[in-house]
């Protein structure tokens, strides 16, 4: 049985995945399938995770890919520190919320959580800094590094799995544990505050604050692809590994910051798309216009299992061994 791992990067824009920025993405990339024009069906969480996991725009908890592999006889799991991602928990079996743990900053987070708008980590960024007790408190969610261990531990014992792996790093908002700045603890919060008001619309960021929103946002990035190198290493061969992300992140492009307000532009909704593993034939590049709605089929595709879901297309034909159109070629043509 094929084990298969979803990695899904939040907020990542597709202009950040790049051999300086993300080397061990693209070497993944390299040694598989990489779509350069993968779109996301939204700007937000809540509403990018059903074509993900359902192939649909809305969720459903009876048909979705981990009740179909669940019922298949895979073990399901998810491993996340987004509490966004309880509401698609319908379908896995073992779910592994990283944050859970007994903190006292999570009751200021849940209530952040439920007076949030449509960008609720956003939203509970200010609510949060007033129970902050360190540097790493300050954080929401757990870094790459931590949620990689937990995967990677959770990997070593299991078999015959569906595992999805939830890393926010690139989320606002943007702390990276080193950056190219040089700016202090206090300066980072303190600017985040300023793109968390920005994006209600309450205060207009200067350019230099844009662009070390946008600078601390790269350094996130970075270090999140150190960190996850090793899940990366982790990952048998034949193994089905899926890299994705559910939205961008925009920074002033369009006049707003963050992924407020649903927006179709490309900052938000142009995503990386990864496929490695399972027969999928190494190097290759695909151009071909794609939707995170075809994830899921291509997945049961390449698993052999005969099974219609949701919306999607399946795109296994333009990324298995056999022969695929001409859309499909390797970067040495």
Same mark, same amino acid.
């Given at each position: 049985?094929?084990?298969?791992?979803?990695? /899904?990067?939040?907020?990542?824009?597709?202009?950040?995945?790049?051999?300086?920025?993300?080397?061990?993405? !693209?070497?993944?990339?390299?040694?598989?399938?990489?779509?350069?024009?993968?779109?996301?069906?939204?700007?937000?969480?809540?509403? $990018?995770?059903?074509?993900?996991?359902? $192939?649909?725009?809305?969720?459903?908890?009876?048909?979705? *890919?981990?009740?179909?592999?669940?019922?298949?006889?895979? =073990?399901?799991? *998810?491993?996340? $520190?987004?509490?966004?991602?309880?509401?698609?928990?319908?379908?896995?079996?073992?779910?592994?919320?990283?944050?859970?743990?007994?903190?006292?900053?999570?009751?200021?987070?849940?209530?952040?959580?439920?007076?949030?708008?449509?960008?609720?980590?956003?939203?509970?960024?200010?609510?949060?800094?007033?129970?902050?007790?360190? &540097?790493?408190?300050?954080?929401?969610?757990?870094?790459?590094?931590?949620?990689?261990?937990?995967?990677?531990?959770? !990997?070593?014992?299991?078999?015959?799995?569906?595992?999805? /792996?939830?890393?926010?790093?690139?989320?606002?908002?943007?702390?990276?544990?080193?950056?190219?700045?040089?700016?202090?603890?206090?300066?980072? !919060?303190?600017?985040?505050?300023?793109?968390?008001?920005?994006?209600?619309?309450?205060?207009?960021?200067?350019?230099?604050?844009?662009?070390?929103?946008?600078?601390?946002?790269?350094?996130?990035?970075?270090?999140?692809?150190?960190?996850?190198?090793?899940?990366?290493?982790?990952?048998?061969?034949?193994?089905?590994?899926?890299?994705?992300?559910?939205?961008?992140?925009?920074?002033?492009?369009?006049?707003?910051?963050?992924?407020?307000?649903?927006?179709?532009?490309?900052?938000?909704?142009?995503?990386?798309?990864?496929?490695?593993?399972?027969?999928? =034939?190494?190097?290759?590049? *695909?151009?071909?216009?794609?939707?995170?709605?075809?994830?899921?089929?291509?997945?049961? &595709?390449?698993?052999?299992?005969?099974?219609?879901?949701?919306?999607?297309? $399946?795109?296994?034909?333009?990324?298995?061994?056999?022969?695929?159109?001409?859309?499909?070629?390797?970067?040495?043509?």
């Amino acid at each position: 049985m094929t084990n298969v791992v979803f990695v /899904i990067l939040d907020a990542l824009r597709y202009d950040h995945a790049t051999r300086e920025g993300t080397p061990n993405l !693209m070497a993944v990339a390299d040694d598989g399938a990489f779509f350069t024009h993968a779109f996301s069906c939204n700007s937000s969480t809540n509403l $990018s995770m059903p074509c993900i996991l359902s $192939s649909a725009k809305k969720h459903d908890p009876e048909r979705n *890919i981990a009740k179909v592999l669940g019922d298949k006889n895979y =073990r399901t799991a *998810i491993i996340h $520190s987004n509490p966004l991602m309880r509401a698609f928990y319908p379908g896995f079996e073992v779910t592994i919320d990283i944050k859970s743990s007994p903190l006292k900053l999570r009751k200021g987070w849940k209530k952040a959580m439920r007076r949030a708008l449509p960008a609720p980590v956003i939203s509970g960024l200010k609510k949060i800094r007033a129970e902050i007790y360190d &540097d790493e408190r300050y954080l929401p969610y757990a870094r790459a590094g931590e949620t990689a261990e937990h995967a990677l531990d959770w !990997m070593g014992q299991n078999q015959g799995y569906f595992l999805w /792996i939830h890393v926010m790093d690139p989320h606002i908002p943007y702390y990276p544990k080193e950056n190219s700045l040089g700016m202090t603890p206090k300066e980072m !919060m303190e600017l985040n505050d300023k793109i968390v008001e920005a994006a209600h619309g309450n205060y207009r960021p200067t350019e230099e604050e844009v662009e070390a929103a946008r600078t601390l946002y790269g350094d996130e990035v970075r270090e999140m692809d150190a960190d996850l190198g090793r899940l990366y290493d982790g990952v048998g061969p034949d193994d089905l590994l899926v890299v994705t992300s559910d939205h961008g992140e925009e920074f002033n492009e369009y006049g707003q910051f963050s992924h407020q307000g649903n927006k179709i532009i490309p900052q938000l909704i142009h995503v990386p798309l990864i496929f490695h593993g399972c027969g999928v =034939r190494r190097n290759t590049v *695909i151009d071909d216009y794609v939707s995170s709605l075809d994830i899921a089929p291509t997945v049961l &595709d390449a698993l052999g299992i005969g099974e219609k879901l949701g919306l999607g297309r $399946s795109l296994w034909a333009l990324i298995s061994p056999r022969p695929g159109p001409e859309a499909a070629k390797t970067p040495d043509g």
